[in-house]
């Protein structure tokens, strides 16, 4: 996996243009997956915070979504942004690639949007550390075929691959898609624990 870690200035010149809005439609996204109101969302490698705060409407007040990033730079940029906005269920977390500090099971989603091939494997099992039983992880990737925008052909994941690497985990796909013309989708669920039927033991 590559690392790369953007600075301010750089992810607002390649991240927040027209372009990806069309290309990449948060509100589209978030409709496809169900995200409802009263949802909580990580948001892991957040950025600018372009998928965060369209989250962050469809939840409502009495949801919340996480914007993760290692990026202290990013992190600022977004809480700001989240006061501009008056956006108060969004709450700005700054991480590491090994450590995400939120409590275990706190999420109903954590979006990995064009960032499985640049993170960590320890990132990823954060990342699924964080969802409660049910909850879904939904990753959104570049396609894997040239183009003039993202990373290089060869650092990109193929649909099979990131599934590989999230099946790994334990995680049980239940969807995918197709998000614009040159990123898919794959939405993954955390199981329920099983439940054995018990042995009724009497009283007497």
């Known amino acids: 996996m590559h690392e790369a870690t953007w600075s301010a200035a750089e992810a607002v010149t390649w991240l927040d243009t027209p372009e990806r809005r069309a290309g990449q439609d948060p509100s589209e996204l978030w ?3 169900g995200l409802k109101r009263g ?3 990580v948001d892991v490698g957040a950025g600018t915070g372009f998928f965060t705060f369209p989250a962050a409407t469809t939840v409502g007040p009495g949801g919340r979504v996480y914007a993760v ?3 202290r730079e990013l992190v600022e940029l977004v809480r ?3 006061i501009r906005q008056n956006a108060t269920n969004v709450t700005s977390v700054l991480s590491t690639r090994t450590h995400i500090p939120i409590e275990d099971a706190a999420a109903d989603v954590a979006l990995l949007a064009n960032v499985l091939h640049g993170i960590p494997p320890t990132t990823l099992d954060e990342a699924v550390r964080l969802l409660r039983p049910g909850g879904r992880l939904v990753n959104v990737d570049w396609k894997k075929e040239p183009g003039h925008e993202g990373p290089p052909v060869e650092h990109r994941l193929s649909p099979a691959e990131a599934a590989s690497a999230l099946s790994a985990r334990g995680l049980v796909p239940v969807d995918s898609f197709e998000l614009g ?3 898919y989708v794959l939405v993954f669920e955390r199981p329920q624990p099983s439940r054995r039927p018990g042995r009724l033991i009497s009283a007497e």
Do not use: A, G, K, Q
């Open 69 to 71: 990033d290692v990026s």
């Open 31 to 33: 409709r496809r997956v």
């Open 39 to 41: 949802d909580v969302v």
């Open 80 to 82: 700001e942004r989240s």
């Open 181 to 183: 013309r040159h990123h």
